[in-house]
T-cell receptor, first 119, second 111 residues
Framework: DTGVSQNPRHKITKRGQNVTFRCDPI?????LYWYRQTLGQGPEFLTY????????KSRLLSDRFSAERPKGSFSTLEIQRTEQGDSAMYLC?????????????????FGAGSRLTVL | GQQVMQIPQYQHVQEGEDFTTYCNSS?????IQWYKQRPGGHPVFLIQ?????EVKKQKRLTFQFGEAKKNSSLHITATQTTDVGTYFC???????????FGQGTTLQVKP
C-alpha cells in the first residue's frame, strides 16, 4: 500500500484555463474526500464520495468545480475557467470502514496534495 | 453554517514549556479528531475522541473532549523541537461523513 497518491504535485496555469487533478486513494478505502487549503488556513471541505456516489458537496463550491469517482476507485477534480482565487493546495484524503469508530466521520489519510497556481 | 474555531492562531514557546490549543464548534459534534501538519507537509491523523468528557493521552500529548461535545483541547507537556507544526482539530457534525477543520494553531518551539 503506497498511501494516497495525487497528481500532478504542482500545476501552474493561466487564468481561464481548465485544470484537472487526480487522486488515487488507499485501495481498500471506500470514502474519498477533496479539500482545499490556502496559506495559514485549515483544510476547507469541498466534497466527498462513498464508493462512486458523491454524497455531499460544499455549498460554497462554485459551479466551475466538478469531481468524479466513476468506478469507486480513483477520483478527479476539475476546475473550469480558473481564476486567481483558485490558487491553493488541493488535498485528497481517503478513509475506510476499518477507520470508523462510530457512525460519524472516518479517520482521514491525506495525500501530499496538488498545488495550483493561477497566473 | 457549521464552524470550528481554534485559538490561538500562533504560539511561540521555549523548549520545555507547555502548550495548549483550544477548539470550539458552533454545533454538537459526533466526534472530534486532531491532526498535525508539519511545514511543507500534509495533515496527519493524531487521535479521535468520541465520548462526552473523554480524555486520551499519547506520551506528552493530552486530548480532551468537552461534556457538551462542542469543544476540545490539546495539551503538550514539556514541548520539544519535534513538536513544531500546525495542529488542527476537525469535527464531525451530526451523523454526516464530512469533517470540518479549524483554522489551526501553529506552534513554534525555540531550542
Amino acid at each position: 500500500d503506497t498511501g494516497v497518491s495525487q497528481n500532478p504535485r504542482h500545476k501552474i496555469t493561466k487564468r481561464g484555463q481548465n485544470v484537472t487533478f487526480r487522486c488515487d486513494p488507499i485501495s481498500e478505502h471506500n470514502r474519498l474526500y477533496w479539500y482545499r487549503q490556502t496559506l495559514g488556513q485549515g483544510p476547507e471541505f469541498l466534497t466527498y464520495f462513498q464508493n462512486e456516489a458523491q454524497l455531499e458537496k460544499s455549498r460554497l463550491l462554485s459551479d466551475r468545480f466538478s469531481a468524479e469517482r466513476p468506478k469507486g476507485s480513483f477520483s478527479t477534480l476539475e476546475i473550469q475557467r480558473t481564476e486567481q482565487g483558485d490558487s491553493a493546495m488541493y488535498l485528497c484524503a481517503s478513509s475506510g470502514p476499518g477507520s470508523t469508530m462510530n457512525s460519524g466521520a472516518n479517520v482521514l489519510t491525506f495525500g501530499a496534495g496538488s498545488r495550483l497556481t493561477v497566473l | 453554517g457549521q464552524q470550528v474555531m481554534q485559538i490561538p492562531q500562533y504560539q511561540h514557546v521555549q523548549e520545555g514549556e507547555d502548550f495548549t490549543t483550544y477548539c470550539n464548534s458552533s454545533t454538537t459534534l459526533s466526534n472530534i479528531q486532531w491532526y498535525k501538519q508539519r511545514p511543507g507537509g500534509h495533515p496527519v491523523f493524531l487521535i479521535q475522541l468520541v465520548k462526552s468528557g473523554e480524555v486520551k493521552k499519547q506520551k506528552r500529548l493530552t486530548f480532551q473532549f468537552g461534556e457538551a461535545k462542542k469543544n476540545s483541547s490539546l495539551h503538550i507537556t514539556a514541548t520539544q523541537t519535534t513538536d513544531v507544526g500546525t495542529y488542527f482539530c476537525a469535527g464531525a457534525p451530526g451523523n454526516t461523513g464530512k469533517l470540518i477543520f479549524g483554522q489551526g494553531t501553529t506552534l513554534q518551539v525555540k531550542p
